[in-house]
């Protein structure tokens, strides 16, 4: 079965960096969209990036723009997501999806079938 892995979150002062991982298993995903969503406690979950696993055209949040970078490296069946010049406000539990694409990624969560378990960031002030 599909399984995506997450990784890589921690604790990090803001204006810091960290870079999280998702390894992806179980099936081809040449036909399929990545993407990072997070939610922060009380709030919806929300996109943060996506990237089109065959061809590479990316999207990102205007809140995240300039500061985040989404990559894939199809040999390791791994997508990251570099995160750079952190604030508080990025605090949230980071998820890691994948969702079948015939044109335009999508940025809403019904767009994505398939769920990482999530891995926490915390950025302090």
């Known amino acids: 079965q599909v399984q995506l892995v997450e990784s890589g979150g921690g604790l990090v002062q803001a204006g810091g960096s960290l870079r999280l991982s998702c390894a992806a298993s179980?099936?081809?995903?040449?036909?399929?969209?990545m993407a990072w969503f997070r939610q922060a406690p009380g709030k919806e979950r929300e996109f943060v990036a996506a990237?089109?696993?065959?061809?590479?055209?990316?999207a990102y949040a205007d809140s995240v723009k300039g500061r985040f970078t989404i990559s894939r490296d199809n040999a390791k069946n791994t997508i990251y997501l570099q995160m750079n010049s952190l604030k508080p406000e990025d605090t949230a539990a980071y998820y890691c999806?994948?969702?079948?694409?015939?044109?335009?990624?999508?940025?809403?969560?019904?767009?994505?079938?398939?769920w990482g378990q999530g891995t926490q960031v915390t950025v302090s002030s």
């Open positions: 179980g099936r081809t995903f040449s036909n399929y969209a």
């Open positions: 999806a994948a969702g079948f694409v015939s044109s335009t990624m999508s940025t809403m969560r019904r767009g994505y079938t398939y």
């Open positions: 990237i089109r696993w065959s061809t590479g055209p990316t």
